[in-house]
């Protein structure tokens, strides 16, 4: 049985499992209305998620026919069951920016020449991917989506939700708040308990430097209780945020610090990189490798677009940090950029 609690009045979480995956699990959340509810976010396309998420929306009484299904980004744990509990008349939305890439994806092997280029070692991650349902990211199973803005409300009972752009763990991640109630549904994009993953293999953009100016942007709304897509509940957002910054910042530091006298790839610098995992770096699963190699990457297009790191490309990419002289914005090591 999943854990179903009413957060506020008409408002739910539905706890849903992520079965082998570091996350444990997803809030799905549901806005119970009288015509009509909202359903933010699914869950993986698993069984098990399926069934949770099922058994949830039964001790509900939310018919999935009478259901519109909002999903926060184009992650697998978040938008993986939106098709199986879509029904005639149900429409999926998802933000305009995410959209595009969702359209656009065909498949990981579009990742390989690049993450090989940075050290990944390819062939380890094609098996890892072929074996690890977390990784799964399947057309057949992607649904139609509807694009949505900024600004856009949903009336949902006496709830009016707005969409809130918030770039950075996905290119149009989006949350939703509702300014009354001061609640914040706000997917990965601020988390309670661990850090979002902010990572990059997409050329051209400059994901942390979104990250940290959507923290700023959310940092201005009025909120009294955030409803984050994983974890535990938490109240006091600007603080939280607070903590978010500093980290980014520390991390900053730190890979200016690695890089201060040696080239590396992005997957050398990941492994000698400060991680909250268990274990060391040689007994991870590659697929942990993986997203630790793309946070890096975040971090060092964030500095070689402040001018404090410089690029090598030959048979591998590598990274090291600028001179003080030859630095464009004199990056100084002080906790903030």
């Not at 999926?92 to 390989?112: K, P």
């Not at 902010?198 to 409803?227: C, F, M, Q």
């Not at 007994?283 to 404090?308: D, I």
């Amino acid at each position: 049985m999943p854990v179903v609690d009413e957060v506020l009045p008409e408002l739910f979480r539905i706890e849903v499992p992520l079965p082998e995956n570091p996350l444990r699990s997803i809030n799905v959340y549901v806005a119970r209305g009288v015509e009509r509810s909202l359903i933010v976010d699914t869950g993986m396309n698993r069984a098990e998620c399926r069934a949770a998420l099922s058994q949830g929306l039964r001790t509900l009484g939310i018919d999935a026919g009478c259901a519109d299904i909002f999903v926060t980004h184009l992650h697998a744990d978040h938008i993986g069951l939106a098709k199986a509990f879509a029904r005639p008349g149900t429409t999926v939305f998802l933000s305009r920016t995410d959209r595009v890439w969702l359209e656009a994806w065909t498949g990981w092997e579009a990742f390989f020449p690049l993450a090989e280029a940075h050290g990944v070692p390819v062939p380890e991650l094609k098996a890892e991917i072929a074996s690890n349902p977390s990784l799964a990211f399947e057309r057949e199973w992607l649904p139609e989506v509807s694009p949505v803005d900024e600004g856009r409300v949903f009336a949902v009972g006496d709830y009016r939700f707005e969409c809130v752009e918030t770039p950075g763990h996905t290119p149009g991640h989006m949350c939703l708040y509702e300014p009354r109630a001061k609640v914040l549904l706000s997917g990965d994009h601020i988390l309670g308990d661990i850090s979002p993953n902010i990572t990059t293999w997409l050329p051209g953009r400059n994901p942390l430097k979104e990250y940290l100016d959507s923290l700023e942007k959310a940092s201005h709304l009025e909120v009294d209780l955030v409803l984050p897509g994983h974890r535990r509940l938490f109240r006091d957002h600007r603080a939280r945020i607070a903590e978010l910054q500093v980290h980014h910042w520390a991390r900053l530091d730190e890979v200016l610090a690695l890089l201060s006298r040696r080239f590396l790839t992005a997957f050398e610098l990941a492994s000698e990189m400060t991680w909250d995992l268990k274990g060391s770096w040689a007994s991870w699963p590659l697929a942990q490798k993986w997203f630790a190699t793309g946070e890096a990457m975040a971090h060092l297009v964030y500095l070689e677009a402040e001018g404090a790191v410089v690029r090598d490309d030959g048979d591998r990419i590598v990274f090291s940090r600028c001179s003080p002289s030859a630095c464009a914005r004199g990056w100084v090591e002080s906790g903030t950029p």
